[in-house]
């Protein structure tokens, strides 16, 4: 299993990106990037918001903003560690979330947080979302977010 660790930092500038979205009733995606060749686990460095369409229950990112994320990516030297939404209602990877998913490489992490991340603080990250990591039979499981077995943490 991919593990990540991120700051409260960057949960909070991840917040208010995703929050942006829930004002307007739309979810909005986030990406956790890290320094390329990082290994396992991979600390968040960075927080990027693409260029997307976004609707109250879905988004996708149009082709340029893709290529302008690879071009960010190769650039700065870095890798997406996970992709990070909202939902309306309650946090789960949906069918629409599977067919726009940004990253879908075994071992990629999706991370959705429930009514527009709007109940979601650093302190309780944790408690509320739902991690999903890419299976190698091309399904999204459900992984724990605390525990021994959990696939993040934040750090201070």
Known sequence: MKRIICSSAVISDTLEILRVGGHRREER????????????PAE????????????IDFFKLPPESMRA???????TRRRI??????????AFHSEADAAW?????????SLVLPTFAFNT?????????KIYEFSPSSEWDLKPG???????????
């Not at 995606?29 to 396992?40: C, D, E, P, R």
């Not at 994320?69 to 650039?75: F, I, K, Q, T």
């Not at 603080?121 to 944790?126: E, G, I, K």
């Open 44 to 55: 968040v460095v960075e927080v990027y918001e693409p260029d997307q369409v976004t609707d």
């Open 121 to 129: 603080t650093p302190h309780n990250f944790l408690e509320q979302v």
């Open 81 to 90: 560690v996970a992709q990070i939404h909202t939902h309306p209602g309650q």
């Open 69 to 75: 994320l690879m071009s960010h990516l190769v650039s």
């Open 101 to 109: 998913a940004i990253v879908q490489h075994i071992g990629a992490l």
């Open 29 to 40: 995606v986030a990406l956790w990037l890290s320094k390329a060749g990082a290994g396992t």
């Open 146 to 156: 605390v525990g021994p077995d959990a696939a993040m943490e934040i750090m201070p």
